[in-house]
């Protein structure tokens, strides 16, 4: 199915680890993007990239690297985990259209302890 | 410096009624809306749109109104059915200036049987 696959859906890490979160889309979008959703705060952004070879901060970017790797994939790494970033993460790809919206996928829930 | 804000975090109706969510914003630059839907352990679904140009955009059972002069949009679900229980983030961007959403907090919507 078409669509925004990420992996993995969950992960628990001590404080002080490092892991990549990695998000592969299959819709030929330009656009991709990492968010990370907490309670009461709503999806935050985290970085994002327009086009292949761009990268980009959004609201949130500390603590936090993105790679486009090529078109399809936009992986999000932690060089070193804190308390803080435990959250649900998301990235959503979205194409150029009328509606600006995005897909996403289905999220990575991330627990450091 | 939240720019989107949805000020009620949950919200209980019966089946068959009216749920109205609605939502504020600060940005002037903003003049794209989009209403997402989450269910648990689940990325956020596009669910309805309205541009600027717009003060009402109905899609079956879903309308979303605008009020640019009072930065306010609200979504209108009639009738409320059990499966309409979800987290709704409302959306926004400013479009062909940049298409990046901003989210709000979220408001939890329970459709009572």
């Known amino acids: 199915n078409a669509g925004v696959t990420q992996t993995p859906k969950f992960q628990v890490l001590k404080t002080g680890q490092s892991m990549t979160l990695q998000c592969a889309q299959d819709m030929n979008h330009n656009s991709m993007y990492w968010y990370r959703q907490d309670p009461g705060m709503g999806l935050r952004l985290i970085y994002y990239?327009?086009?292949?070879?761009?990268?980009d901060k959004g609201e949130v970017p500390n603590g936090y690297n993105v790679s486009r790797l090529n078109k399809r994939e936009f992986s999000l790494r932690l060089e070193s985990a804190a308390p803080s970033q435990t959250s649900v993460y998301f990235c959503?790809?979205?194409?150029?259209?009328?509606?600006?919206?995005?897909?996403f996928g289905s999220g990575t829930r991330l627990t450091v302890v | 410096d939240q720019q989107v804000k949805q000020n009620s975090p949950s919200l209980s109706v019966q089946e068959g009624r009216i749920s109205i969510l609605n939502c504020d914003y600060t940005n002037s630059m903003f003049d794209y809306f989009l209403w997402y839907k989450k269910y648990p352990a689940e990325g956020p679904t596009f669910l309805i749109s309205?541009?600027?140009?717009?003060d009402k955009n109905e899609d079956g059972r879903f309308t979303v109104f605008l009020n640019k002069s009072a930065k306010h949009l609200s979504l209108h679900i009639v009738p409320s059915q059990p499966g309409d229980s979800a987290v709704y983030f409302c959306a926004a961007t400013p479009g062909a200036a940049g298409n990046k959403l901003t989210f709000g907090g979220g408001t939890r919507v329970l459709v009572k049987p």
């Open positions: 990239s327009a086009s292949e070879g761009t990268t």
């Open positions: 959503a790809s979205g194409g150029a259209g009328a509606n600006y919206g995005y897909t």
């Open positions: 309205i541009s600027s140009i717009k």
